[in-house]
């Protein structure tokens, strides 16, 4: 057994708690550990159905792959890798979890095991070192641990050729892919499809159920997400948020139903190259932030003032907003400095509708025109289609320089601490929009936006002080937009 087999996942999580766990049947911890059964050779699921093991007969790992190299194969029955990830690749910044966010965007896939090391400032050989101890497998055992999961899901929920399924799960070939599923699920992909049939093909590209942990904040995420649409770029329409997406290999369009069916939300992916569904898949999730446990964010925040307590009992589960594109986010919160959301939404409309590319496959619903400029092309412009005071202008351009040259080159396997020191050393952005970035890019739990001033007049209202903030720490981000949900709570924004 290795050590990360026996690893915590969190104090006092050790094996008689998570034996509890399993026993209890808690989907609260799918995702975030694997029960391997000696007797069988299978690991599943905390939650899985079936009948719990003796305890001298489980070890705990922390990930698929570990139970994969230790000889173990998938349950069938409860589908392992059919769960939210682990809410600790967001909550930690160590190389292991950083490691975890770049493997889950597909990068071993694209740029190997070297690329992955290389923006983590490791070694090749450091770095399997690392995840091995930590993970219990190495950089290639986990991303064919994603790949056979994303292979699994379009198997039995697609009617895809299996050729075209090896290439969108990220194999190189379709002997590899039968090889994995072979030795993954200990049966052939027709096998894994004659045992769940999929629905009929949806028109009109690729539809998948996304799990996430409950509860959700619907109508905070309608909100956000409604009023940051830049036109022709993104849209929310009778509960669907719909957006062009520029992804490795192409432009593709993303519709998500808001609205959860069950503990899942479903996407649809309208892609131009295949290969980038499992980018495209982390990006709608990460914008969601659907790998969040919301229950143990709710408690803490609710401790801390009765009136907050009462707001979280009205509107559990609220989610960061997350973002799919680092250059887009950083751009787009330059230009919104100091005017309205609703002045921004305009300013970058016009700004994707005089820039961005045209999408060459036409919107079946007219409304998704174009992708979000890039730097490269904001720099060309040289500022022609920007507006505000010149110095905004001029620090814009200055940041869209050192996107568009590489010596600004966020990833989603940075520390916060080090996009933020990037980031505040670029003229134009200060601790607030840094700030802003690091929380909805990396979704970092613990950034307290306590600069904003609709978070100070949110601590005002409630009668708490932004100082006594560290008591919920590590879910600070949530402290501060559950203070910027009140205040838009008070002028009537939500019910």
């Known amino acids: 057994m290795s050590n990360a087999a026996d690893r915590e996942l969190d104090p006092g999580s050790g094996f008689q708690a998570r034996y509890r766990a399993i026993a209890s049947k808690d989907s609260r911890f799918d995702g975030q550990f694997y029960t391997a059964v000696a007797t069988t050779r299978i690991y599943c699921r905390p939650s899985c159905p079936a009948r719990t093991p003796k305890s001298e007969n489980v070890t705990f790992y922390p990930t698929a792959a570990a139970a994969q190299l230790a000889g173990y194969r998938a349950c069938r029955r409860c589908a392992p890798d059919a769960v939210p990830g682990s809410p600790q690749w967001n909550l930690r910044s160590d190389a292991a979890a950083r490691a975890m966010r770049l493997i889950d965007d597909g990068v071993v896939d694209r740029d190997g095991v070297e690329g992955l090391a290389r923006r983590l400032g490791y070694s090749s050989r450091q770095l399997n070192r690392l995840l091995v101890a930590e993970l219990g497998a190495g950089p290639l055992a986990l991303a064919r641990a994603r790949r056979a999961a994303t292979a699994r899901t379009l198997i039995q929920t697609t009617a895809l050729p299996f050729a075209d399924i090896a290439f969108a799960a990220g194999f190189a070939s379709v002997r590899q892919f039968n090889d994995t599923i072979q030795t993954v699920f200990a049966a052939a992909p027709r096998e894994l499809r004659r045992e769940r049939p999929p629905a009929r093909a949806a028109l009109g590209g690729i539809v998948l159920r996304l799990p996430f942990r409950g509860p959700l904040d619907v109508p905070w995420m309608r909100w956000f997400l409604t009023d940051h649409a830049v036109p022709g770029v993104e849209e929310v329409r009778a509960g669907d948020y719909r957006r062009t997406v520029r992804l490795p290999h192409g ?36 914008l969601f932030d659907l790998d969040a446990d919301p229950e143990p964010v709710d408690a803490a925040l609710a401790g801390l003032a009765p009136d907050l307590a009462g707001a979280i009992a009205r509107s559990p589960g609220l989610r960061l907003p997350g973002a799919s594109d680092a250059s887009e986010l950083i751009l787009r919160t330059m230009i919104g400095q100091q005017i309205s959301i609703a002045a921004a939404r305009t300013h970058t409309g016009r700004l994707a509708e005089a820039l961005g590319d045209p999408m060459d496959d036409p919107d079946p619903e007219g409304c998704l025109t174009r992708l979000f400029p890039t730097a490269e092309q904001i720099v060309a412009d040289d500022g022609a289609s920007l507006r505000g005071p010149a110095a905004r202008i001029r620090s814009i351009l200055a940041v869209a320089q050192a996107l568009a040259d590489g010596k600004l080159e966020p990833h989603t ?38 600069t904003d001033l609709v978070v100070r007049r949110g601590a005002e209202s409630l009668g708490f002080d932004l100082k006594e903030a560290t008591r919920c720490a590590p879910w600070r981000s949530y402290l501060g937009l559950r203070l910027w949900q009140h205040v838009l709570h008070e002028r009537g924004v939500f019910a």
């Open 251 to 286: 432009p593709g369009i993303v519709c998500a139903r808001i609205e959860p069916e069950g503990s899942s939300i479903r996407v649809r992916f309208q892609l131009a190259d295949a290969r980038d569904l499992t980018a495209a898949v982390n990006r709608v999730r990460r």
């Open 413 to 450: 396997g940075m520390a916060p601490a080090e996009l933020r020191e990037q980031l505040l050393g670029l003229p134009g952005i200060g601790p607030w929009t840094a700030d802003y970035v690091v929380l909805r890019y990396l979704l970092d739990p613990d950034t307290l936006l306590d």
